[in-house]
């Protein structure tokens, strides 16, 4: 197997395990406070992949270290807001297909946070895009439910996460406000994860200390919500990002970009077969138009993985 098609199979791999982290998430807070849920499972992402990358986060400049926390702060408020529409959420399948908005919002933040320029395919993806949340949100009239409000929300902090993230993990020169020039050296993906993912962990248990009770909690705590806390942290993002990471450095990230979107129909699936979840035919079709947004975003990187798989056939 070359190391393209290796990688091909490990982003599906990490789409199935950021699709049944869902499931995992669901099962806990169940059990108890969301954004305690949310507290537990980034701080222990985050501290196993702090020890796996110590060597490489005691070498970070003081610089490199706050743009780490920056990004996670980031993500960590879109976290809150995605936990709090699972919370809510009537249908997992619906929020995975409104979280992934996100991706279409990405180049729309970076055009107007950083006068990024954008290929025609992204503002041909807004309206599809905003056709399918129209779709899934107005029944009799403009009534979205709080799960929903709370998933539209986290996509676009999301789209500002990603941006930072990306930003943070190149090497970029700047001008600051004297006129002077700075070279911004990239954070090295391992510690730039793991520093956001902990970051993300303690701004969820302020978040859990002020809004949210502990003591039934603790009062009730059981070896199946320990299980659920676990495989979460461990699978559904310790797992995940480290096998993402090591996947995208195999192959071309085209292949990545349009593997990994595939996430929100893995999370449909699974809700069907464990919760029992279903969706009406204008939810499907308002699914459907999103990921249809999502394939137009990304057409570069769909035509680019075409000619090349193409090209494969033709010489195998």
Avoid at 17 to 38: D, G, R, T, V, Y
Avoid at 224 to 253: C, D, E
């Amino acid at each position: 197997m070359s190391d393209a098609q290796k990688s091909d199979a490990l982003l599906v791999a990490v789409t199935l395990m950021a699709a049944i982290s869902w499931m995992f998430s669901k099962e806990a807070i169940l059990l108890m406070p969301p954004l305690l849920f949310m507290a537990a499972r980034f701080l222990i992402a985050g501290t196993v992949l702090a020890l796996a990358a110590w060597r490489p986060l005691s070498r970070l400049s003081g610089d490199q270290i706050r743009r780490s926390v920056g990004v996670g702060l980031v993500f960590g408020i879109a976290m809150s807001c995605w936990v709090m529409g699972l919370f809510h959420a009537k249908s997992m399948g619906e929020g995975a297909f409104l979280i992934s908005l996100g991706v279409v919002i990405v180049p729309i933040i970076a055009r107007l946070a950083f006068k990024e320029k954008q290929p025609a395919s992204t503002w041909l993806a807004i309206p599809i895009a905003v056709a399918g949340l129209a779709l899934l949100s107005l029944k009799n009239g403009f009534n979205p439910d709080p799960g929903q409000i709370f998933f539209v929300c986290a996509a676009f902090i999301f789209a500002l996460y990603f941006t930072l993230n990306t930003r943070a993990a190149n090497q970029r020169t700047v001008i600051n406000r004297r006129g002077e020039t700075i070279q911004k050296h990239r954070v090295p993906a391992l510690p730039l994860t793991a520093l956001a993912l902990l970051t993300v962990g303690l701004v969820t248990l302020v978040e859990s200390l002020i809004l949210e009770p502990w003591q039934e909690t603790f009062a009730t705590l059981s070896p199946v919500m320990l299980m659920w806390v676990l495989a979460s942290a461990l699978i559904g993002t310790a797992g995940r990002f480290l096998l993402q990471t090591y996947a995208q450095s195999l192959s071309a990230h085209s292949h990545g970009v349009v593997i990994l979107v595939l996430e929100p129909v893995w999370v449909a699936l699974f809700a069907a077969g464990w919760f029992g979840e279903s969706m009406s035919g204008v939810q499907l079709g308002g699914c459907a138009l999103i990921f249809t947004a999502l394939m137009v975003n990304r057409w570069g990187a769909v035509s680019k993985a075409i000619k090349t798989w193409l090209k494969n056939q033709k010489t195998a």
